[in-house]
């Protein structure tokens, strides 16, 4: 098992394994650590798929087990919203060995492993993939982590500052690497301190991500929502992506109202906002959103015809949202239109 804070010098001193599993509840880190390695493999053909899709294992079996005619490199992709359980485990073994046979890559993200002490053989799929795994950072220790990772990444960050961006982050690696980020790009190698902190960096979470999306929806913060969705548009952020990642947050605000435990992986402070929200919306308001997020993943798809604008399908979606979550109403044309 590789620790993700060493992911970088085993990408520089070590040779690639063929098939990688990077676990990790925090999803912007976790994605991060993909973005690392998908670098390294720098195949020429990439499929992704989404875990709690019906078929995406069979799916991404097919690819592994056929390669490809046009790329002399092809990877796999698989990503789970949760964790996985040992039957999903089961299939992943045999997809690493379909896609080891046939010289493709293999990398697949989940939040971690469901109750592996209950697994028949969980050996196996240590065995099949090489593993990287973020550790659970306490919230006593976040400040040195953040401080950590601010020297790695060139940013001056002082003691004091580190501390303010841990209590201001609710002890949320996540969100205090976005911070850090944010606060590279506006500092370069200039010291950062309290002052700059207070000033208004820290305050202002701008970066957006597909989870960071999440959060401002279940805040019911339209602006950022909006700012979010135009800055994908701009970025050419995969919107199939976007899609999965609303969707998964509406499957688990149904759970939070049927008292089931599949949540998948959101910060805590979005997690509370969600069940505030689940109390709260009528559970048809969320069946609805939730169908009419099919039609945006046809969009996403290219299936609509040039009628179909993906991005504009979304923010007609996320404001239908954010106004039945304030005033109890789904406005229907907005997501049927």
């Known amino acids: 098992m590789i620790d993700s804070e060493k992911l970088g010098r085993h990408l520089a001193e070590d ?24 670098a390294a493999f720098a195949c020429e053909e990439r499929h992704l798929f989404f875990g709690d899709a019906k078929d995406a294992v069979a799916e991404a079996a097919a690819v592994a087990a056929t390669g490809s005619l046009f790329s002399s490199s092809v990877l796999v992709e698989l990503l789970y919203p949760g964790e996985i359980a040992e039957k999903a485990a089961a299939e992943l073994v045999e997809l690493a060995e379909t896609a080891a046979a046939n010289n493709v890559r293999l990398l697949v993200g989940c939040a971690g492993l469901s ?77 950062v301190g309290l002052a700059e902190l207070q000033g208004g960096d820290g305050a202002d979470h701008s970066i957006d991500s597909v989870f960071s999306l999440n959060g401002h929806l279940a805040r019911c913060d339209a602006r950022r929502t909006i ?32 008292r089931t435990k599949a949540w998948g992986f959101f910060p805590p402070a979005t997690r509370r906002a969600m069940q505030d929200l689940a109390r709260r919306m009528p559970p048809a308001h969320l069946l609805e959103l939730n169908a009419a997020l099919s039609r945006a993943d ?28 304030k005033h109890g109403r789904l406005v229907r044309k907005l997501i049927r239109s």
Request: charge should be neutral; charged fraction near 25%.
């Open 115 to 191: 109750r592996p002490r209950n697994w028949k053989n969980p050996a196996r799929l240590e065995e099949a993939f090489t593993r990287v795994n973020l550790a659970e950072i306490p919230a006593a220790r976040l400040a040195g982590w953040i401080e950590s990772r601010a020297t790695r990444l060139g940013l001056r960050l002082d003691r004091e500052a580190a501390g303010l961006l841990a209590e201001l982050h609710e002890g949320n690696p996540d969100m205090a690497a976005m911070e850090l980020e944010k606060l590279l790009l506006r500092h370069g190698e200039e010291p």
């Open 227 to 258: 700012r979010a969705l135009r800055h994908f548009r701009a970025t050419r952020e995969e919107p199939t992506l976007v899609v999965w990642s609303l969707a998964s947050q509406i499957r688990a605000m149904r759970a939070m109202q049927e």
């Open 15 to 38: 040779e690639l394994a063929p098939a990688y599993l990077v676990t990790s509840d925090q999803p912007y880190l976790q994605g991060q650590d993909r973005d690392a390695l998908r």
């Open 298 to 325: 046809l969009a996403a798809k290219g299936l609509l015809g040039p009628g179909g604008d993906i991005w504009l399908i979304l923010e007609r979606f996320c404001a239908a949202f954010i106004y039945a979550a």
